[in-house]
């Protein structure tokens, strides 16, 4: 499975992104894919889930300002995100998970205060 994040740059605060991560492969709808995000310095921070059924999971974070969702036709999750805030500059990951768990390249996202 290789997979491929895109959609980081550079926004304002109170602005809103969002990023896609698209997989090859022909078993995308039985994954479980997510959103981390590692900030300079820090651990790397679980963001959002999405598992086959459409069941969505957030950190206590992003509750509230970050949504996830997948588009099965196209192999592809996304991720909005409204209301940025400087906190939330790191680069985002996605990660796929059926049995074992793959990593894309990741994605800056940058937010200015």
């Known amino acids: 499975v290789q997979l491929q994040a895109s959609g980081g740059g550079l926004v304002q605060a109170g602005g809103s992104l969002r990023l896609s991560c698209t997989a090859s492969?022909?078993?995308?709808?039985?994954?479980?894919m997510s959103w981390y995000r590692q900030a300079p310095g820090k651990e790397r921070e679980f963001v959002a889930s999405i598992n086959k059924r459409g069941s969505t999971d957030y950190g206590d974070s992003v509750k509230g300002r970050f949504t996830i969702s997948r588009d099965n036709a196209k192999s592809t999750m996304y991720l909005q995100m409204n209301n940025l805030r400087h906190g939330d500059t790191a680069v985002y990951y996605c990660?796929?998970?059926?049995?074992?768990?793959?990593w894309g390249q990741g994605t800056l996202v940058t937010v200015s205060s």
């Open positions: 990660r796929s998970l059926v049995v074992l768990a793959y």
């Open positions: 492969g022909s078993i995308f709808s039985m994954m479980t």
